[in-house]
């Protein structure tokens, strides 16, 4: 299974940006998909988080401007981020608990952790 995700770039502060990240593979579900951060010289922390029933959570930080969604039929995970901040500038990396099959679904694996290649993410003032 890959996380493949897109959406980075540079934008001025009270800019949008659209995040997407496509888990690609022999998949059976996915419970959990979301978004993490990393700044420079700070550690990863969670923004947002959806399980496949639709409930999400969100980092206060980011509350009332960033928003997560799926396509599960896609198994894809977007984060639309509105009102951008130059502290909201760091590499955005997905995630996902993935419980992976073969191709005629005879088996499924435990929920297994993957991560995105991470996508930077630059807010100037």
């Known amino acids: 299974v890959q996380l493949q995700a897109s959406g980075g770039g540079l934008v001025q502060a009270g800019g949008s940006l659209r995040l997407s990240c496509a888990a690609i593979?022999?998949?059976?579900?996915?419970?959990?998909m979301g978004w993490y951060r990393q700044a420079p010289g700070k550690q990863r922390e969670l923004v947002a988080v959806m399980v496949s029933g639709g409930d999400t959570g969100y980092a206060d930080s980011v509350k009332g401007r960033f928003t997560i969604s799926r396509d599960n039929a896609r198994n894809t995970v977007y984060l639309q981020m509105n009102s951008l901040k130059p502290e909201d500038t760091a590499v955005y990396y997905c995630?996902?608990?993935?419980?992976?099959?073969?191709?005629?679904?005879?088996?499924?694996?435990?929920?297994?952790?993957?991560w995105g290649q991470g996508t930077l993410v630059t807010v100037s003032s």
């Open positions: 995630n996902a608990e993935v419980s992976r099959t073969d191709y005629h679904g005879t088996y499924r694996t435990p929920l297994e952790t993957y």
């Open positions: 593979g022999s998949i059976f579900s996915i419970p959990v």
